[in-house]
């Protein structure tokens, strides 16, 4: 008989635990991405077509990285919103924006606000057809139930507008596989137990198991109502970027 997936955890459950993790949640990233996450984060920035003058999203935006990549993208015409329904999370990210574009630097490196927004990546709190571009950042897999996810994200993005969606990807080969467990059990967990946070890092395997995989999430943005939907495996393939697009009305 073969073993029983364990259920994903429920989105109160998710909610505390990014409470939780995030006075730690930057300095986390940074250790176990060796920095990297960075350069992954301005692919998908770039990837989601921002530009200057542009209304961006950033949905499940967390302490701010690609909020902020996003308002050096668009400038000073242009907005951005970053929605987190984790509010711990979200005062981190206003802290970071202050701190690094506050008072005097803002004059001098004029950009756009950023509003943060308290919300539901499932019920997105703004009218439909809003957005020029989005991105989201390893939140698609936290999301209980993904495919109204992307139906909420098609919903508020503009016609032409595109968003692109950086997450770990369930790789294709033995090799690959080995890899993202062994980095999984011997890395992440390990770290995260260092700093206190065994049980609330402890959901990232299951997590990933879940999670689709690239030509999988392309068919559920499909009929999610994208009209275009690539998949790109990043980082020898234990990353990926979902990039999605909605044409334009002739």
């Known amino acids: 008989m073969g073993l029983t997936q364990p259920s994903p955890p429920a989105a109160p459950d998710i909610q505390g635990l990014f409470d939780r993790i995030a006075p730690v ?4 990233n940074e250790r176990l991405s060796f920095g990297l996450h960075r350069v992954w984060k301005r692919m998908a920035v770039r990837w989601s077509g921002a530009a200057p003058g542009h209304r961006a999203l950033d949905v499940c935006c967390g302490s701010g990285d690609l909020a902020l990549m996003l308002a050096r993208q668009v ?3 242009g907005t951005v919103y970053g ?3 984790s509010a711990e999370l979200l005062a981190v990210a206003e802290g970071r924006w202050q701190s690094r574009f506050g008072g005097e630097l803002r004059r001098t490196h004029p950009l756009g606000p950023i509003h943060w927004v308290q919300g539901d990546a499932l019920a997105l709190p703004f009218e439909a057809n809003t957005f020029d571009a989005a991105t989201m950042g390893y939140g698609l897999r936290n999301l209980t139930d993904i495919p109204q996810g992307l139906a909420e ?11 692109a969606i950086l997450d770990f990807h369930r790789p294709q080969g033995w090799m690959a596989e080995q890899f993202q467990r062994w980095y999984l059990e011997a890395l992440v967990v390990p770290t995260a137990a260092a700093m206190g946070l065994t049980d609330e890092y402890a959901y990232i395997g299951p997590s990933v198991d879940r999670f689709p995989t690239g030509p999988e ?15 790109y495996p990043i980082a020898g393939g234990l990353m990926g970027v979902l990039v999605v697009s909605c044409h334009a009305r002739i």
């Open 75 to 77: 400038g000073a015409t």
């Open 25 to 28: 949640y930057d300095s986390l």
């Open 83 to 85: 929605v987190d329904f």
């Open 217 to 231: 999430q392309v068919r559920l943005a499909r009929q999610a109502g994208f009209e275009g939907a690539v998949h």
């Open 153 to 163: 994200l098609r919903r508020v993005l503009k016609p032409g507008a595109r968003a």
